[in-house]
């Protein structure tokens, strides 16, 4: 654990929070994804499967858990709680090719062909795009409101940080994972353009929505 690594598990748990919030006051998912939100439940569901055969850390199991079940509650409110208020009509990115390339590609390049490895490898690689139709959403709409802009703003800056721990991991323990970092990276750039348009638009004050 480094500085890096708990602002970026900070500004992670902090946007599924905001999300959360979001669609509880709002009683609407109108402009959340739920594609997205389901690949990130995969996400989490294949990577934290270590919490039956390892323990790391209480902080470790307790993060596992927070980010399963907060994406999958996340995931309940949008298809069943507040479905009618789904915006189905615009949420239709091909979420399944992601899993399908992520899955192909996890069984050719990992560190070692074991099921629990496979799985870890899996999450990386779909992580890495899960956002994708949360951003086709937007593109599809037009404008974010400014709380969905935050949610993906604390998404991009949770990568961001990982990506300082590598850095200060390989630097101080000599550490680097190729398969982990080239899909970090890839993660940061599909938010680059997203920083950009929130920065010159919602941090200074110039408008309530992000026009995409």
Known sequence: MNIFRLIGDMSHLAAILILLAKIWQTRSVSGISGKSQVLFGLVFVTRYLDLFTSFVSIYNSVMKIVFIFATWLTVSLIYWKFRSTYDGNHDTFRAELLVVVSAGLSVLLNHQLAPLEVLWTFSIYLESVAILPQLFLISKTGSADTITSHYLFGLGSYRAFY?????????????????????????????ADFFYIYVTKVVRGKSTQIEV
């Open 163 to 191: 990506i300082l721990n590598w850095i200060y991991r390989y630097m101080v323990e000599d550490f680097f994972d190729p398969i982990a970092v080239v899909a970090g990276c890839v993660q940061t750039i599909l938010y």
